[in-house]
């Protein structure tokens, strides 16, 4: 099972950025789904969260700026950020908990990281 980022880039504060993340492999179903960040110096830090079922939540300092989506079809996640600032300039992490066999083991899964970067 792979993940694989795409989306980041350098943006002015204000400005919106969508970011998305495609699993690949072999497994039977995606639990959870959602977004880390690291800022440099900082601990990966939890960002936003999709069930599912499509029941999100997310951090506070985010909320009401960033939305998270999914497509069950395509086994990918999204994170529409809008109104960036400077303080979430950091390293994105997307991470899915996959449902590997119909035992139903099943482990999480991180992608391997994109850098969003907001200019003041």
């Known amino acids: 099972v792979q993940l694989v980022e795409s989306g980041g880039g350098l943006v002015q504060a204000g400005g919106s950025l969508k970011l998305s993340c495609a699993a690949s492999?072999?497994?039977?179903?995606?639990?959870?789904m959602g977004w880390y960040r690291q800022a440099p110096g900082a601990q990966r830090e939890w960002v936003a969260i999709i069930s599912k079922g499509g029941s999100t939540s997310y951090t506070e300092s985010v909320k009401g700026r960033f939305t998270i989506s999914r497509d069950n079809a395509k086994n990918t996640v999204s994170l529409q950020m809008n109104s960036l600032k400077p303080e979430d300039t950091a390293v994105y992490y997307c991470?899915?908990?996959?449902?590997?066999?119909?035992?139903?083991?099943?482990?999480?899964?991180w992608g391997q990281g994109t850098q969003v970067t907001v200019s003041s």
């Open positions: 492999g072999s497994f039977v179903s995606i639990d959870n």
């Open positions: 991470t899915m908990n996959i449902i590997r066999n119909l035992m139903g083991a099943n482990r999480d899964y």
